[in-house]
């Protein structure tokens, strides 16, 4: 086929030449002829293609199905598999849906949000040691006092 193919392209080119040497007006015949003989041209490539596409397609189906034999053979999940079961468990340990904040693609937080999130987390360390300090005095409080 690919001879064929490469034989059409170098004859039409010769033919091109012969008639540049040669003198003389095409006839409307030639130019019929030489169309023809293009549409053939494209045609073969045409051919050539969707079968070549057809044997990869089929090259890639057995390599697939090999794959799978592997696959169940070792126990392997499908990367597809195992990003959905990575996701399954993720949304179960979240109590549900994923929030944005479980995803890698998040948006970056911006100085004012940072600011906020340090706030906060200093706020609740400053509240968990007076909550343990109060926890200690009460404590103390008891043990001094003694109901009757």
Not at 3 to 17: D, E, P, R, T, Y
Not at 120 to 133: G, R, V, Y
Request: with cysteine.
């Amino acid at each position: 086929m690919a001879a064929f193919i490469a034989k059409q392209m170098v004859g039409n080119q010769l033919s091109a030449v012969k008639d540049i040497g040669g003198g003389g007006e095409s006839s409307a015949e030639d130019k019929a002829k030489l169309e023809e003989l293009e549409r053939q041209r494209l045609e073969a490539l045409k051919e050539a293609e969707d079968k070549r596409n057809e044997k990869h397609r089929k090259m890639e189906e057995e390599r697939e199905k090999m794959r799978q034999g592997f696959r169940d053979k070792y126990g392997i999940k499908k990367k597809e598999e195992k990003e959905e079961e990575a996701r399954r468990q993720q949304e179960a340990l979240m109590g549900g849906a994923a929030t944005a904040d479980s995803t890698l693609n998040r948006p970056k937080k911006t100085p004012e949000e940072l600011a906020a999130e340090a706030n906060q987390d200093e706020f609740t360390k400053l509240k968990s040691t007076i909550e343990t300090k109060v926890n200690e005095i009460k404590t103390e409080v008891e043990g001094k006092c003694v109901l009757q």
